[in-house]
């Protein structure tokens, strides 16, 4: 099992950044697929920005594309999702999220398809 723990998030104003970040442990980190997801009330969660194993392919929601930059150190057993021009939109729980792939240039898109997650992070941006 992959322990996930995320740090950085917190109250920003509209159109101020933050960078979040997804420490792991439990498995070797680059034989991981990983992603953020959000949690929005009431519905499931949505992803936000995936990475294939190898750290090559990304894939962004329609939402993230051209504001946030998802990366990933696999010395480091961290991932990170840097977030720039946010708006009250984009307030929500954030979660980082893993799963085991054989494919290193693979990513995943489905909550379902992640075996572990982390507790999240709160995400608040005032107007």
């Known amino acids: 099992q992959v322990q996930l723990v995320e740090s950085g998030g917190g109250l920003v104003q509209a159109g101020g950044s933050l960078r979040l970040s997804c420490a792991a442990s439990?498995?070797?980190?680059?034989?991981?697929?990983v992603g953020w997801f959000r949690q929005v009330p009431g519905k499931d969660r949505g992803f936000v920005a995936v990475?294939?194993?190898?750290?090559?392919?990304?894939y962004y929601s329609d939402s993230a594309k051209g504001r946030f930059t998802i990366s990933r150190d696999n010395a480091e057993n961290t991932m990170y999702l840097q977030m720039n021009s946010l708006t009250p939109v984009d307030a929500d729980v954030y979660s980082c999220a893993a799963r085991a792939t054989c494919a290193s240039g693979n990513y995943y898109l489905s909550d379902y398809e992640y075996a572990d997650w982390g507790q999240g992070t709160q995400v608040t941006v005032s107007s």
């Open positions: 990475i294939s194993a190898n750290g090559i392919n990304t």
């Open positions: 439990g498995r070797t980190f680059s034989d991981l697929a």
